[in-house]
């Protein structure tokens, strides 16, 4: 728990320094993602949730700058569970989570205003209300399992975006891998998400 602690206040630190720092733009992202769960035989399937977070680049220097931001993010695996001798039924855990990251990211600004760029950072995500058991032939059987509150991890990317007068718009694809438990008294399973999605940014000060 006390790891939960440093890491979650480190996150919170990095993005509350965005807030003093130059910010050169503010930027909104949102897409699907690939998640399922590893490390043990439950919820190896992968489910698609979307996710949506809201930023902003700071310290942006010719060849690198910090990114910062906060969204909604939901995570989970598909499984077929037996539930009786003879039945299976086909389960999905799925759970909304509130994400918070910040990235370091290498750039290469192209002479055509093509910005690519790749990066990596921790990620907290902290569980939003409660976790959703779903089966497709049966709706009242609970199998038990609850995400804890809190997870940890680290967030890979890799991406470009256009540049116009004001606004760019590119694309991104990231990997998460949780460091902590996903699930309650499973330690093992941890949870593993890639996500496509489209970045929107606004280009704040002189240009």
């Given at each position: ?95 909304t989570f509130l994400t918070l990251n910040t990235l370091f990211d290498v750039k290469k600004v192209s002479y055509d205003g093509y910005t690519f760029y790749a990066g990596a ?51 991104v694809a990231s990997y998460q891998t949780a460091l902590t438990s996903y699930v309650k008294n499973l330690s093992d399973l941890r949870d593993r998400t890639f996500t496509l ?11």
């Amino acid at each position: 728990m006390r790891k939960t602690y440093w890491w979650s206040a480190f996150v919170l630190l990095l993005i509350s320094v965005s807030v003093e720092a130059q910010v050169s733009r503010v930027k909104m992202e949102g897409g699907v993602g690939f998640s399922s769960m590893h490390g043990m035989d439950l919820f190896n399937e992968a489910v698609h949730p979307f996710y949506f977070t809201v930023g902003a680049e700071y310290l942006d220097r010719d060849w690198f700058h910090l990114s910062s931001n906060v969204g909604v993010v939901r995570k989970g695996g598909n499984d077929d569970l037996r539930i009786s001798m003879d039945e299976e039924a086909d389960w999905s855990l799925m759970g909304t989570f509130l994400t918070l990251n910040t990235l370091f990211d290498v750039k290469k600004v192209s002479y055509d205003g093509y910005t690519f760029y790749a990066g990596a950072g921790p990620v907290v995500n902290i569980k939003v209300g409660r976790s959703e058991e779903i089966s497709s032939k049966l709706h009242d059987v609970s199998t038990g399992f609850d995400f804890n509150p809190v997870h940890l991890g680290v967030r890979c990317e890799l991406g470009v975006k256009k540049d116009f007068k004001r606004t760019a718009l590119g694309l991104v694809a990231s990997y998460q891998t949780a460091l902590t438990s996903y699930v309650k008294n499973l330690s093992d399973l941890r949870d593993r998400t890639f996500t496509l999605g489209i970045t929107l940014d606004f280009m704040l000060g002189a240009k």
